[in-house]
Structures are given as C-alpha cells and as structure tokens.
C-alpha cells in the first residue's frame, strides 16, 4: 500500500503539467488536479498493482475533464476560412511564441488538444492513449493528425481548411 501511495504522489508534477496545458487557467488546473488525486485516493484498491500508475490517474484525469467540460456545455471554437488569426510580426521573444502557442491550443476542439498534449507533453505512446481514453488507435492517429494540422495553420497565421471529410 505504500508504494502505491508514494507512485500517486510521484505523479503529481506531470498531473499538474498536464492538467494546465489542458485547461489553461491555473487555479482550474489546480481543482483538475485535486479532484483527480482525490478520486484516484478513494479508489486506490482498484488499481492493479502492476498498472502503470501514471496512466491509470491521466485516464481519471481525462473522465473528470470531459464531465466538467460537458457541464459547463461551451461551444467549442472552429477554425475556418473565416476565422481570424493573430500573428505577431518583427522580432518575436520566446514569451510571446509560447503565447502565441497556448492560444493557438485553445482554438483546438478539446478532444484533438488533449490527444495532442498527451503525445506531445506526457509522451504517452498510441497505445496507452488508445487504452486510457477508450478510443480506437486509428481515433487517437487521425485526431493528433487534426491537431497538427490545426495548430500549424494558426500558427503560420493561414486558415485551416481540413482535407478530412466528417463521416457519420
């Protein structure tokens, strides 16, 4: 029992990092945080002891991320041809590129923003992200695919038009 409560804790900095890269404002990415170390605490006799723990809290991270998101029931932000973009001109500093890049993050669709930040920030493989949402490894590729293209448009300062036909 120890060793898992001493894996919990070890996993908090990459909870905190995930968690503010995925929902931006600091003190909500605290309460993401708490609330996912205290569910995973309440359920800790759960986990299989030869889990990786890191993965089984970013899946309860990613449970009470959707439900708050479904709450609080925002339209998302669509980047079309009409959309403007911002894009900083002359000699830009490291603070606004990563400026720049956060609100960029921020246009994305929530489900291709945390496929991006788990691959990218938490370097989970297809697999572990596949697992952990519960999402097929083709969902998880063509989303990250979605992701990339997105946020390389906004950033270059060009509209995004998505060769992707949505299939229903």
């Not at 370097?123 to 097929?136: F, G, H, Q, V």
Request: glycine share 4%; proline share 4%.
């Amino acid at each position: 029992m120890q060793d898992a409560i001493t894996q919990l804790t070890d996993c908090l900095p990459r909870l905190r990092r995930y968690a503010r890269a995925l929902v931006g404002e600091r003190s909500s990415a605290d309460d993401l945080v708490q609330d996912t170390m205290e569910r995973g605490w309440t359920r800790l006799s759960s986990w299989q002891s030869n889990s990786d723990m890191r993965a089984w809290l970013f899946g309860i991270m990613h449970n009470l991320y959707i439900d708050q998101f479904r709450k609080k029931s925002l339209p998302t932000e669509t980047i079309d041809e009409n959309t403007p973009t911002q894009s900083v001109e002359g000699s830009q500093t490291i603070g606004l590129e990563i400026r720049d890049m956060e609100a960029a993050l921020r246009l994305l669709p929530p489900d291709q923003r945390e496929i991006l930040l788990l691959v990218g920030l938490e370097e989970m493989t297809y697999d572990e992200i596949a697992s952990n949402l519960r999402i097929p490894v083709g969902t998880v590729m063509s989303r990250l695919y979605r992701a990339r293209e997105r946020l390389r448009a906004v950033m270059e300062g060009r509209n995004f038009a998505s060769s992707l036909k949505v299939v229903k």
